[in-house]
Antibody, heavy 124, light 106 residues
Framework: QVKLVESGGGLVKPGGSLRLACAASGFTFGDYYMSWIRQAPGKGLEWVSYISDSGININYADSVKGRFRISRDNAKSSLFLQMNSLRVEDTAIYYC?????????????????WGQGTLVTVSS | SYELTQPPSVSVSPGQTASITCSGYRLGDKYASWYQQKAGQSPVLVIY???KRPSGIPERFSGSNSGNTATLTISGTQAMDEADYYCQAWDSSTAIFGGGTKLTVL
């Protein structure tokens, strides 16, 4: 079955860096757009970034543009999020989520499925 | 920037119909999706492309989208439906989520 497992979360000081990973299984990873979506404690969902199946088409939320970088390794069925210059307001559970349809030119309109998330805490 | 607005909370009695709205400028011109998030769990898709239900989602979940408002309707609400619900749409290559609605079944 389709499975997404995030890792790499933890406690980091403001200004620090962290690299998240999402291990995918149960489907042909290289055929799908992938996204990162986050949720601050007790708050709502916020889309962070997406990357196309080839890695060519990438976009970021304004709140992370210039600080975060999304990438993927299709040979290893893995998605990454390099987070630099972290701020207290980046504290959140970070979910990876898959596009529902393979081989799309643009992201589909919804996300399915989602991983279980990894917690990033930015605090001094 | 584009915004989606949801009521913070909705209450419903068991067996009754719950309606959760999501408002945004000309939202009816976009596709709306809905996610259910139970306490301590990841979000789960319950409605996509305004009205479609993924496999495994009960028929009591339905959706509509017209004008400036998308609506998630839960008919015959059950205690297990108590959760946070989020609407989502795309605008200018950016995915936008509503602030979420806490559904209480009492």
């Amino acid at each position: 079955q389709v499975k997404l497992v995030e890792s790499g979360g933890g406690l980091v000081k403001p200004g620090g860096s962290l690299r998240l990973a999402c291990a995918a299984s149960g489907f042909t990873f290289g055929d799908y757009y992938m996204s990162w979506i986050r949720q601050a404690p007790g708050k709502g969902l916020e889309w962070v970034s997406y990357i196309s199946d080839s890695g060519i088409n990438i976009n970021y939320a304004d709140s992370v543009k210039g600080r975060f970088r999304i990438s993927r390794d299709n040979a290893k069925s893995s998605l990454f999020l390099q987070m630099n210059s972290l701020r207290v307001e980046d504290t959140a559970i970070y979910y990876c989520a898959r596009d529902p349809k393979p081989k799309q030119l643009v992201p589909s309109d919804w996300f399915d499925p989602w991983g279980q998330g990894t917690l990033v805490t930015v605090s001094s | 920037s584009y915004e989606l607005t949801q009521p913070p909370s909705v209450s419903v009695s068991p067996g009754q119909t719950a309606s959760i709205t999501c408002s945004g400028y000309r939202l009816g011109d976009k596709y709306a999706s809905w996610y259910q998030q139970k306490a301590g769990q990841s979000p789960v898709l319950v409605i996509y492309q305004d009205i479609k239900r993924p496999s495994g989602i009960p028929e009591r979940f339905s959706g509509s989208n017209s004008g400036n408002t998308a609506t998630l309707t839960i008919s015959g609400t059950q205690a297990m439906d108590e959760a946070d619900y989020y609407c989502q749409a795309w605008d200018s290559s950016t995915a936008i989520f509503g602030g979420g609605t806490k559904l209480t079944v009492l």
